[in-house]
């Protein structure tokens, strides 16, 4: 119940294209939502986030959307860029003084020039 | 400033060294977390400290031991580790103590690789 279901695993796109990637979970207690990119070396980066009470947050190309119902949440790059290509990581988060961010699997990207 | 600083970046040690990661932050954050990575793999959570004092251990062998000196810094302090043990270690921070869900700041990382 505290998994965190990602996918695809891996995502090739072209320059300009809109990938899509996937989560899914189980524990209707997880309240906050985050998004983490990662480049090779260096620790993941908050991209975005987003509360089970919207359905949908922008922040400038990136995209998640939000299904309450069928506990289902994705993150979409816009016009994506080579300079996008990193592994992306979505999470679940408790909140609470104990809160623990549980991660997906995570997706790595590439965007071809 | 949303900076989390961890030092060293990277360390080698041998298996019967003693070392120590340090982590910083001047977010007023109230919760702390040391993660491990492996290569390709998420963060798996180790331990989290909330309002200086330690409020999950995720079942982590007693080689590693977290310290939180003060709200600002934490750190891991290792001992007789495993070839196994070589990986990224990650802290982060996040305000904590809420009743909703707030970001989690992470630093760059410590690579860690035991000899």
């Known amino acids: 119940q505290q998994q965190v279901k990602q996918s695809p695993q891996s995502l090739i796109v072209q320059k300009g294209g809109i990938p899509i990637i996937n989560c899914a979970y189980e524990?209707?207690?997880?309240?906050?939502f985050p998004w983490y990119q990662q480049f090779p070396g260096k620790g993941p980066a908050l991209l975005i986030a987003i509360r089970p009470d919207v359905s949908e947050k922008k922040e400038g190309r990136f995209t998640i959307s939000f299904n309450k119902s069928a506990k289902q949440f994705s993150l979409h790059i816009m016009d994506s860029q080579p300079g996008d290509s990193a592994t992306y990581f979505c999470?679940?988060?408790?909140?609470?003084?104990?809160?623990?961010?549980?991660f997906g699997q995570g997706t790595t990207l590439q965007v071809k020039p | 400033d949303t900076e989390v600083t961890q030092t060293p970046k990277h360390l080698v040690m041998g298996m019967t060294n003693k070392k120590s990661l340090k982590c910083e932050q001047h977010m007023g954050h109230r919760a702390m977390y040391w993660y491990k990575q492996k290569a390709k793999k998420p963060p798996e959570l180790m331990f989290v400290y909330s309002y200086e004092k330690l409020s999950i251990n995720e079942s982590v062998p007693s080689r590693f031991s977290p310290e939180c000196p003060n709200s600002s810094l934490l750190n891991l302090h290792l001992h007789a580790l495993q070839p196994e043990d070589s990986a990224l270690y990650l802290c982060?921070?996040?305000?904590?103590?809420?009743?909703?869900?707030?970001?989690?700041?992470f630093g760059q990382g410590t690579r860690l690789t035991v000899v």
């Open positions: 982060a921070s996040s305000q904590g103590g809420s009743p909703v869900g707030t970001e989690a700041f």
């Open positions: 999470a679940a988060y408790i909140s609470g003084n104990t809160g623990k961010l549980i």
């Open positions: 524990n209707t207690a997880f309240d906050y």
